[in-house]
Protein backbone atom coordinates (compact mmCIF):
# COMPACT_ATOMS: atom_id res chain seq x y z
CA UNK A 1 0.00 0.00 0.00
CA UNK A 2 1.09 3.62 -0.99
CA UNK A 3 2.05 5.60 2.18
CA UNK A 4 -0.16 8.19 1.09
CA UNK A 5 -3.33 6.14 1.29
CA UNK A 6 -2.73 5.26 5.06
CA UNK A 7 -5.47 6.38 6.94
CA UNK A 8 -4.48 9.25 9.34
CA UNK A 9 -3.84 8.08 12.56
CA UNK A 10 -7.54 9.11 15.06
CA UNK A 11 -6.44 11.98 17.52
CA UNK A 12 -7.29 11.33 21.20
CA UNK A 13 -8.92 13.08 23.93
CA UNK A 14 -5.20 14.57 24.60
CA UNK A 15 -4.80 15.87 21.17
CA UNK A 16 -8.20 17.33 20.99
CA UNK A 17 -7.18 19.00 24.71
CA UNK A 18 -3.73 20.30 23.43
CA UNK A 19 -5.49 21.79 20.70
CA UNK A 20 -8.04 23.40 22.76
CA UNK A 21 -5.36 24.69 25.28
CA UNK A 22 -3.57 26.08 22.05
CA UNK A 23 -6.73 28.31 21.11
CA UNK A 24 -7.29 29.43 24.84
CA UNK A 25 -3.81 30.59 24.93
CA UNK A 26 -4.22 32.36 21.77
CA UNK A 27 -7.43 34.22 22.76
CA UNK A 28 -6.82 34.92 26.27
CA UNK A 29 -2.86 35.80 26.40
CA UNK A 30 -0.31 34.01 28.36
CA UNK A 31 -0.80 35.42 31.24
CA UNK A 32 -4.34 34.65 31.73
CA UNK A 33 -4.02 31.50 30.68
CA UNK A 34 -0.96 30.76 32.72
CA UNK A 35 -3.64 31.85 35.97
CA UNK A 36 -6.67 30.18 35.05
CA UNK A 37 -6.00 26.99 32.82
CA UNK A 38 -2.14 26.25 33.21
CA UNK A 39 -3.24 23.24 36.18
CA UNK A 40 -6.34 22.41 34.38
CA UNK A 41 -5.89 18.35 33.53
CA UNK A 42 -7.79 16.12 31.46
CA UNK A 43 -9.18 13.50 33.01
CA UNK A 44 -11.48 11.33 30.11
CA UNK A 45 -12.79 12.22 27.26
CA UNK A 46 -16.09 10.08 26.43
CA UNK A 47 -20.07 9.73 25.60
CA UNK A 48 -19.92 13.36 24.91
CA UNK A 49 -18.82 14.43 28.18
CA UNK A 50 -15.48 15.67 28.96
CA UNK A 51 -14.11 15.83 32.20
CA UNK A 52 -11.36 18.33 33.51
CA UNK A 53 -9.85 18.43 37.06
CA UNK A 54 -8.22 21.49 38.73
CA UNK A 55 -6.51 21.86 42.47
CA UNK A 56 -8.86 24.20 44.01
CA UNK A 57 -12.20 24.61 44.42
CA UNK A 58 -12.08 28.69 43.72
CA UNK A 59 -10.50 27.36 39.96
CA UNK A 60 -13.13 25.33 39.72
CA UNK A 61 -15.90 27.88 40.55
CA UNK A 62 -13.70 30.73 38.28
CA UNK A 63 -13.46 28.65 35.36
CA UNK A 64 -17.40 27.55 35.24
CA UNK A 65 -18.08 31.48 36.45
CA UNK A 66 -16.73 33.02 33.12
CA UNK A 67 -14.88 30.56 31.15
CA UNK A 68 -17.37 27.29 31.14
CA UNK A 69 -19.29 28.59 27.78
CA UNK A 70 -15.84 28.96 26.16
CA UNK A 71 -14.64 26.02 27.16
CA UNK A 72 -17.63 23.80 25.43
CA UNK A 73 -17.56 25.99 22.36
CA UNK A 74 -13.81 25.18 21.64
CA UNK A 75 -14.61 21.70 22.54
CA UNK A 76 -17.34 21.30 20.23
CA UNK A 77 -14.70 23.16 17.43
CA UNK A 78 -12.94 20.16 17.85
CA UNK A 79 -15.52 17.49 18.32
CA UNK A 80 -19.05 17.97 17.44
CA UNK A 81 -20.37 15.05 19.63
CA UNK A 82 -18.94 17.23 23.01
CA UNK A 83 -22.63 18.53 24.35
CA UNK A 84 -21.09 18.41 28.63
CA UNK A 85 -17.87 19.88 30.88
CA UNK A 86 -17.58 18.44 34.05
CA UNK A 87 -14.72 20.16 36.23
CA UNK A 88 -13.71 18.43 39.29
CA UNK A 89 -11.50 19.05 42.43
CA UNK A 90 -8.31 16.70 41.99
CA UNK A 91 -5.98 15.51 44.68
CA UNK A 92 -6.34 14.20 48.02
CA UNK A 93 -6.28 16.62 51.26
CA UNK A 94 -3.68 16.26 53.08
CA UNK A 95 -5.39 15.03 57.05
CA UNK A 96 -4.38 16.62 59.59
CA UNK A 97 -2.91 15.12 62.78
CA UNK A 98 -6.25 14.23 65.09
CA UNK A 99 -4.08 15.69 67.81
CA UNK A 100 -1.22 17.67 68.96
CA UNK A 101 0.84 14.32 69.62
CA UNK A 102 0.38 12.93 66.36
CA UNK A 103 1.43 16.43 65.04
CA UNK A 104 4.49 15.98 67.02
CA UNK A 105 5.31 12.66 65.57
CA UNK A 106 4.42 13.13 61.80
CA UNK A 107 7.26 15.91 61.70
CA UNK A 108 10.30 14.91 60.47
CA UNK A 109 13.11 14.70 63.21
CA UNK A 110 14.99 17.70 61.22
CA UNK A 111 12.44 19.92 61.52
CA UNK A 112 11.10 19.32 65.48
CA UNK A 113 12.38 22.12 67.34
CA UNK A 114 15.23 21.60 69.75
CA UNK A 115 15.63 22.63 73.92
CA UNK A 116 17.45 25.61 73.98
CA UNK A 117 16.93 27.25 70.13
CA UNK A 118 15.07 30.49 70.05
CA UNK A 119 11.42 31.26 70.21
CA UNK A 120 10.18 30.25 67.02
CA UNK A 121 7.08 31.58 65.40
CA UNK A 122 6.91 28.23 63.58
CA UNK A 123 4.85 26.48 65.95
CA UNK A 124 4.14 22.57 66.35
CA UNK A 125 0.69 23.37 67.53
CA UNK A 126 -0.17 22.82 70.99
CA UNK A 127 3.11 20.58 71.74
CA UNK A 128 5.39 22.88 73.49
CA UNK A 129 5.30 25.64 75.69
CA UNK A 130 7.36 29.03 74.32
CA UNK A 131 11.20 28.14 75.20
CA UNK A 132 13.62 30.69 76.56
CA UNK A 133 15.38 32.65 73.94
CA UNK A 134 19.53 31.22 74.23
CA UNK A 135 21.87 33.85 74.82
CA UNK A 136 23.45 33.17 71.65
CA UNK A 137 21.78 33.31 68.56
CA UNK A 138 21.92 29.96 66.58
CA UNK A 139 23.49 29.88 63.09
CA UNK A 140 21.63 29.08 60.32
CA UNK A 141 23.08 25.78 59.92
CA UNK A 142 21.36 25.09 63.47
CA UNK A 143 17.93 26.78 62.59
CA UNK A 144 17.82 24.75 59.22
CA UNK A 145 18.55 21.32 61.27
CA UNK A 146 16.26 22.83 64.43
CA UNK A 147 13.73 24.01 62.68
CA UNK A 148 13.12 27.97 61.04
CA UNK A 149 13.05 30.89 63.40
CA UNK A 150 10.36 33.04 61.96
CA UNK A 151 9.51 36.58 62.33
CA UNK A 152 7.37 37.41 65.91
CA UNK A 153 3.49 37.56 66.38
CA UNK A 154 2.29 40.51 68.04
CA UNK A 155 -0.48 39.14 70.67
CA UNK A 156 -2.63 42.51 70.29
CA UNK A 157 -3.12 41.05 66.48
CA UNK A 158 -6.41 39.20 66.82
CA UNK A 159 -9.49 38.24 64.84
CA UNK A 160 -11.04 40.20 67.87
CA UNK A 161 -9.33 43.12 67.76
CA UNK A 162 -10.17 43.37 63.50
CA UNK A 163 -12.83 46.25 63.44
CA UNK A 164 -14.61 45.29 60.46
CA UNK A 165 -16.41 46.99 57.28
CA UNK A 166 -17.28 46.96 53.70
CA UNK A 167 -13.74 47.43 52.72
CA UNK A 168 -11.63 44.51 54.38
CA UNK A 169 -14.86 41.93 55.05
CA UNK A 170 -14.19 39.55 52.09
CA UNK A 171 -10.17 39.55 53.09
CA UNK A 172 -11.04 38.97 56.46
CA UNK A 173 -13.50 36.05 56.12
CA UNK A 174 -10.94 34.54 53.33
CA UNK A 175 -8.39 35.07 56.49
CA UNK A 176 -10.79 33.15 59.18
CA UNK A 177 -11.59 30.36 56.75
CA UNK A 178 -8.08 29.21 56.02
CA UNK A 179 -7.18 29.67 60.02
CA UNK A 180 -9.86 27.42 60.47
CA UNK A 181 -10.64 25.19 57.68
CA UNK A 182 -9.41 21.62 58.02
CA UNK A 183 -9.09 21.25 54.31
CA UNK A 184 -7.24 23.95 51.47
CA UNK A 185 -9.68 26.24 50.27
CA UNK A 186 -7.87 28.96 48.56
CA UNK A 187 -4.31 28.36 47.90
CA UNK A 188 -2.84 31.30 47.29
CA UNK A 189 -4.70 33.48 49.13
CA UNK A 190 -3.47 37.23 48.33
CA UNK A 191 -4.05 39.84 50.35
CA UNK A 192 -3.36 43.64 48.66
CA UNK A 193 -3.80 47.01 50.47
CA UNK A 194 -2.06 49.96 51.14
CA UNK A 195 0.14 50.72 54.43
CA UNK A 196 -1.71 51.01 57.29
CA UNK A 197 -5.14 49.36 56.44
CA UNK A 198 -4.88 45.49 58.21
CA UNK A 199 -2.86 43.51 55.87
CA UNK A 200 -0.35 42.49 59.09
CA UNK A 201 -2.97 42.72 61.51
CA UNK A 202 -4.80 39.70 59.80
CA UNK A 203 -1.51 37.80 58.33
CA UNK A 204 -0.82 37.45 62.09
CA UNK A 205 -4.19 37.03 63.85
CA UNK A 206 -4.13 34.23 61.09
CA UNK A 207 -1.38 32.82 62.12
CA UNK A 208 -2.02 33.02 65.95
CA UNK A 209 -5.22 31.31 65.06
CA UNK A 210 -4.21 28.23 62.83
CA UNK A 211 -1.07 27.67 65.43
CA UNK A 212 -3.75 27.33 68.49
CA UNK A 213 -5.82 25.14 66.52
CA UNK A 214 -2.53 22.47 66.17
CA UNK A 215 -0.98 23.28 62.82
CA UNK A 216 2.84 23.85 62.37
CA UNK A 217 2.84 27.50 60.93
CA UNK A 218 5.58 29.57 59.56
CA UNK A 219 5.06 33.81 59.34
CA UNK A 220 7.58 35.69 57.41
CA UNK A 221 8.57 38.85 56.34
CA UNK A 222 9.99 39.08 52.85
CA UNK A 223 13.35 40.47 53.47
CA UNK A 224 13.42 37.86 56.49
CA UNK A 225 12.89 35.16 54.02
CA UNK A 226 15.72 36.61 51.81
CA UNK A 227 17.58 36.85 54.44
CA UNK A 228 17.55 33.27 55.61
CA UNK A 229 17.75 31.98 52.74
CA UNK A 230 20.89 33.66 51.77
CA UNK A 231 22.47 32.92 55.79
CA UNK A 232 21.90 28.91 54.64
CA UNK A 233 23.59 29.94 51.14
CA UNK A 234 26.82 31.04 53.22
CA UNK A 235 26.35 28.11 55.64
CA UNK A 236 25.53 25.58 53.17
CA UNK A 237 22.92 24.71 54.66
CA UNK A 238 20.33 25.55 52.06
CA UNK A 239 19.01 21.99 51.86
CA UNK A 240 18.02 21.71 55.02
CA UNK A 241 16.53 25.59 54.91
CA UNK A 242 14.28 24.21 51.75
CA UNK A 243 13.33 21.24 53.39
CA UNK A 244 12.44 22.71 56.77
CA UNK A 245 10.15 24.96 54.45
CA UNK A 246 8.14 22.11 53.07
CA UNK A 247 7.41 20.58 55.95
CA UNK A 248 5.37 23.21 57.26
CA UNK A 249 1.40 23.81 57.35
CA UNK A 250 0.86 27.18 56.72
CA UNK A 251 3.12 29.25 55.04
CA UNK A 252 2.61 33.64 55.54
CA UNK A 253 4.63 35.68 53.70
CA UNK A 254 4.25 39.48 54.27
CA UNK A 255 5.38 42.43 52.26
CA UNK A 256 6.07 40.45 49.40
CA UNK A 257 6.90 43.54 47.41
CA UNK A 258 10.49 43.82 48.76
CA UNK A 259 11.29 40.01 47.97
CA UNK A 260 14.06 40.75 45.34
CA UNK A 261 16.99 38.79 44.03
CA UNK A 262 16.66 36.36 41.09
CA UNK A 263 17.95 32.86 43.04
CA UNK A 264 15.75 33.82 45.85
CA UNK A 265 12.90 34.22 43.81
CA UNK A 266 13.07 30.98 42.09
CA UNK A 267 13.50 29.14 45.07
CA UNK A 268 10.63 31.00 46.96
CA UNK A 269 8.89 29.97 43.77
CA UNK A 270 9.63 26.34 44.40
CA UNK A 271 8.77 26.23 47.58
CA UNK A 272 5.40 27.63 46.32
CA UNK A 273 4.66 25.43 44.19
CA UNK A 274 5.71 22.03 46.42
CA UNK A 275 3.65 23.22 49.48
CA UNK A 276 0.30 23.39 46.99
CA UNK A 277 1.09 20.69 45.43
CA UNK A 278 1.19 18.93 49.06
CA UNK A 279 -2.28 20.27 49.90
CA UNK A 280 -0.62 23.10 52.38
CA UNK A 281 -1.90 26.53 52.72
CA UNK A 282 0.31 29.43 51.78
CA UNK A 283 -0.56 33.19 52.42
CA UNK A 284 0.83 36.07 50.94
CA UNK A 285 0.56 39.74 51.22
CA UNK A 286 1.93 42.76 49.65
CA UNK A 287 1.38 46.88 49.02
CA UNK A 288 -0.13 45.85 45.36
CA UNK A 289 -1.82 43.30 43.23
CA UNK A 290 0.51 40.47 41.49
CA UNK A 291 0.57 42.15 37.86
CA UNK A 292 1.74 45.01 39.48
CA UNK A 293 4.86 43.72 41.26
CA UNK A 294 7.56 44.24 38.26
CA UNK A 295 10.03 43.26 40.10
CA UNK A 296 8.94 39.60 40.59
CA UNK A 297 9.91 36.99 38.60
CA UNK A 298 6.91 36.57 36.29
CA UNK A 299 6.24 32.89 37.19
CA UNK A 300 6.12 34.04 40.50
CA UNK A 301 3.50 36.26 39.63
CA UNK A 302 1.36 34.03 37.55
CA UNK A 303 1.34 31.18 40.67
CA UNK A 304 -0.24 33.94 43.08
CA UNK A 305 -2.33 35.60 40.79
CA UNK A 306 -3.97 31.78 40.43
CA UNK A 307 -5.15 31.58 43.77
CA UNK A 308 -7.49 33.92 45.43
CA UNK A 309 -6.67 37.22 45.36
CA UNK A 310 -8.60 40.18 47.20
CA UNK A 311 -7.73 44.04 47.91
CA UNK A 312 -8.34 45.93 51.07
CA UNK A 313 -9.45 49.20 50.09
CA UNK A 314 -9.35 52.77 52.07
CA UNK A 315 -11.81 52.67 54.93
CA UNK A 316 -14.62 54.59 54.64
CA UNK A 317 -15.98 57.51 57.29
CA UNK A 318 -18.13 54.36 59.46
CA UNK A 319 -15.28 51.88 59.69
CA UNK A 320 -12.65 54.57 60.63
CA UNK A 321 -15.06 55.94 63.16
CA UNK A 322 -15.66 51.85 64.54
CA UNK A 323 -11.61 51.81 64.77
CA UNK A 324 -11.60 54.53 66.70
CA UNK A 325 -14.29 53.51 68.92
CA UNK A 326 -12.40 50.18 69.34
CA UNK A 327 -9.43 51.71 70.29
CA UNK A 328 -10.87 53.94 72.80
CA UNK A 329 -12.33 51.08 74.43
CA UNK A 330 -9.00 49.52 75.09
CA UNK A 331 -7.89 52.65 76.33
CA UNK A 332 -10.72 53.09 79.00
CA UNK A 333 -9.94 49.51 80.10
CA UNK A 334 -6.56 51.15 81.28
CA UNK A 335 -7.09 53.80 82.08
CA UNK A 336 -10.66 54.33 83.65
CA UNK A 337 -10.84 58.32 84.03
CA UNK A 338 -10.06 58.90 80.41
CA UNK A 339 -13.06 60.43 78.28
CA UNK A 340 -12.94 61.69 74.64
CA UNK A 341 -16.05 63.57 72.99
CA UNK A 342 -17.67 61.69 70.38
CA UNK A 343 -17.86 64.86 68.71
CA UNK A 344 -14.27 64.74 68.91
CA UNK A 345 -13.88 61.00 67.32
CA UNK A 346 -16.19 62.21 64.81
CA UNK A 347 -14.03 65.03 63.77
CA UNK A 348 -10.61 62.53 64.04
CA UNK A 349 -12.23 59.68 61.34
CA UNK A 350 -13.54 62.25 59.11
CA UNK A 351 -10.18 64.62 59.05
CA UNK A 352 -6.82 62.17 59.79
CA UNK A 353 -5.34 60.21 57.54
CA UNK A 354 -6.93 57.29 55.67
CA UNK A 355 -5.67 54.29 57.22
CA UNK A 356 -6.04 52.74 60.82
CA UNK A 357 -2.82 53.72 61.53
CA UNK A 358 -3.16 57.22 61.05
CA UNK A 359 -6.05 56.86 62.98
CA UNK A 360 -4.54 55.24 66.08
CA UNK A 361 -1.55 57.67 65.82
CA UNK A 362 -3.80 60.79 66.21
CA UNK A 363 -6.04 59.53 69.17
CA UNK A 364 -2.41 57.96 70.44
CA UNK A 365 -1.67 61.73 70.17
CA UNK A 366 -4.29 62.87 72.16
CA UNK A 367 -4.07 60.39 74.85
CA UNK A 368 -0.59 60.94 75.60
CA UNK A 369 -1.47 65.80 75.48
CA UNK A 370 -4.60 64.59 78.25
CA UNK A 371 -1.91 62.47 80.63
CA UNK A 372 0.70 65.15 80.38
CA UNK A 373 -0.84 68.33 80.28
CA UNK A 374 -4.10 66.86 82.77
CA UNK A 375 -6.49 68.60 80.13
CA UNK A 376 -9.40 67.43 78.73
CA UNK A 377 -10.02 66.32 75.78
CA UNK A 378 -12.00 69.23 73.92
CA UNK A 379 -12.85 69.97 70.10
CA UNK A 380 -10.17 73.12 70.04
CA UNK A 381 -7.38 70.57 71.79
CA UNK A 382 -8.19 67.92 69.03
CA UNK A 383 -8.31 70.78 66.45
CA UNK A 384 -4.73 72.20 67.80
CA UNK A 385 -2.77 69.30 68.32
CA UNK A 386 -3.78 67.13 65.38
CA UNK A 387 -3.46 70.38 62.92
CA UNK A 388 -0.10 68.76 60.86
CA UNK A 389 -2.28 65.24 60.98
CA UNK A 390 -5.36 66.82 58.91
CA UNK A 391 -5.67 65.17 55.41
CA UNK A 392 -5.86 67.65 52.41
CA UNK A 393 -9.81 67.83 51.25
CA UNK A 394 -9.14 68.52 48.02
CA UNK A 395 -10.51 66.37 45.38
CA UNK A 396 -8.42 63.68 44.28
CA UNK A 397 -6.39 63.47 41.42
CA UNK A 398 -7.00 60.47 39.00
CA UNK A 399 -3.71 58.93 37.71
CA UNK A 400 -3.07 56.89 34.26
CA UNK A 401 -1.49 54.63 35.93
CA UNK A 402 -4.37 54.63 39.02
CA UNK A 403 -6.46 53.82 35.32
CA UNK A 404 -4.13 51.22 34.21
CA UNK A 405 -4.27 49.50 37.32
CA UNK A 406 -8.13 49.50 37.83
CA UNK A 407 -8.81 48.28 34.39
CA UNK A 408 -6.07 45.74 34.20
CA UNK A 409 -7.70 44.23 37.72
CA UNK A 410 -11.07 44.52 36.11
CA UNK A 411 -10.99 43.08 32.85
CA UNK A 412 -8.37 39.70 34.22
CA UNK A 413 -5.45 41.44 32.11
CA UNK A 414 -2.24 42.54 33.18
CA UNK A 415 -0.95 46.15 33.10
CA UNK A 416 1.72 44.89 30.41
CA UNK A 417 -0.86 44.28 28.18
CA UNK A 418 -2.44 47.04 27.95
CA UNK A 419 0.77 48.60 27.01
CA UNK A 420 1.53 45.79 24.68
CA UNK A 421 0.58 45.71 20.54
CA UNK A 422 -1.28 42.38 20.82
CA UNK A 423 -5.10 43.07 19.01
CA UNK A 424 -6.96 40.49 20.80
CA UNK A 425 -10.17 41.29 21.78
CA UNK A 426 -10.20 40.38 25.34
CA UNK A 427 -6.68 42.98 24.88
CA UNK A 428 -7.76 45.80 22.45
CA UNK A 429 -11.28 46.50 24.16
CA UNK A 430 -10.05 47.53 28.44
CA UNK A 431 -7.17 48.96 26.35
CA UNK A 432 -9.84 51.45 24.36
CA UNK A 433 -11.82 52.02 27.40
CA UNK A 434 -8.40 52.60 29.45
CA UNK A 435 -7.15 54.95 27.07
CA UNK A 436 -11.03 56.87 26.88
CA UNK A 437 -10.89 57.26 31.05
CA UNK A 438 -7.44 58.74 30.91
CA UNK A 439 -9.14 61.66 28.86
CA UNK A 440 -11.82 62.01 30.28
CA UNK A 441 -10.42 62.05 33.80
CA UNK A 442 -6.94 63.11 33.62
CA UNK A 443 -5.99 66.58 31.99
CA UNK A 444 -3.17 64.52 29.66
CA UNK A 445 -3.16 65.27 25.96
CA UNK A 446 -3.44 62.54 23.45
CA UNK A 447 -0.04 62.42 22.57
CA UNK A 448 1.00 61.56 26.21
CA UNK A 449 -1.76 58.96 26.73
CA UNK A 450 -0.68 57.49 23.74
CA UNK A 451 3.00 57.73 24.76
CA UNK A 452 2.36 55.92 28.12
CA UNK A 453 0.18 53.11 26.34
CA UNK A 454 2.92 52.01 24.89
CA UNK A 455 3.89 54.98 22.98
CA UNK A 456 0.93 54.67 20.62
CA UNK A 457 0.22 57.56 18.21
CA UNK A 458 -2.33 60.15 19.35
CA UNK A 459 -4.64 59.78 16.87
CA UNK A 460 -4.50 56.13 17.98
CA UNK A 461 -6.22 57.51 21.24
CA UNK A 462 -8.27 59.38 19.45
CA UNK A 463 -10.27 56.45 17.61
CA UNK A 464 -10.24 54.80 20.59
CA UNK A 465 -12.17 57.72 22.73
CA UNK A 466 -14.48 57.88 19.87
CA UNK A 467 -15.38 54.46 19.71
CA UNK A 468 -15.90 53.74 23.71
CA UNK A 469 -18.50 56.71 23.22
CA UNK A 470 -19.97 55.33 20.18
CA UNK A 471 -20.52 52.31 22.03
CA UNK A 472 -21.77 53.09 24.90
CA UNK A 473 -24.42 55.05 23.86
CA UNK A 474 -25.50 52.17 22.00
CA UNK A 475 -24.73 49.72 25.15
CA UNK A 476 -25.89 50.08 28.17
CA UNK A 477 -24.13 47.69 30.19
CA UNK A 478 -20.67 49.11 28.35
CA UNK A 479 -22.29 52.32 29.80
CA UNK A 480 -22.57 51.01 33.25
CA UNK A 481 -18.96 49.44 33.16
CA UNK A 482 -17.39 52.43 32.68
CA UNK A 483 -19.51 54.72 35.06
CA UNK A 484 -18.70 51.59 37.34
CA UNK A 485 -14.69 52.40 36.90
CA UNK A 486 -15.27 56.15 36.99
CA UNK A 487 -16.76 55.53 40.48
CA UNK A 488 -13.82 53.38 41.83
CA UNK A 489 -11.44 55.82 40.28
CA UNK A 490 -13.08 58.76 42.36
CA UNK A 491 -13.54 56.43 45.56
Known amino acids: MNLQELPAPEMTGADHWTRVKKRLRAELGEDVFSSWFARVDLENHADGT???????????????????????????????????????VRGAVRARPANAAAAARSLSPAARPVAGSAS?????????QPRPVSAARPSPAQETRDGLEGASLDPKYTFAS?????????????????????????????????????KTHLMQAGAAEAKAAGRRVLYLTAEHFMYRFVAALKAQSALAFKETLRTIDLLLID?????????????????????????????????????DLETLDDRVRSRLAGGLVVSITEPDFGLRRAILGNRVETVRRAHSGFAIPESVLDYVARHVGNSGR?????????????????????????????????????PRRVKIEDIQRVVSKHYNVSKADLLSARRTRTIVRPRQI??????????????????????????????????????????????QEIDLLRRMLDA
Open 50 to 88: VRLSVPTRFLKQWIQSHYHERLVGLWKHECEDVHRIELT
Open 120 to 128: MTVVDGGRS
Open 162 to 198: FVEGESNALALAAARQIATASAVTFNPLYVHASVGLG
Open 255 to 291: DMQFLHGKQVQQEFCHTLNALIDGARQVVVAADRPPS
Open 358 to 394: DLEGALNRLIAHNQLTSQPVTQEMAEATLRDLVRNTE
Open 434 to 479: AMFLAKMMTPRSLPEIGRRFGNRDHTTVLHAVRKIEEMSRADANLA
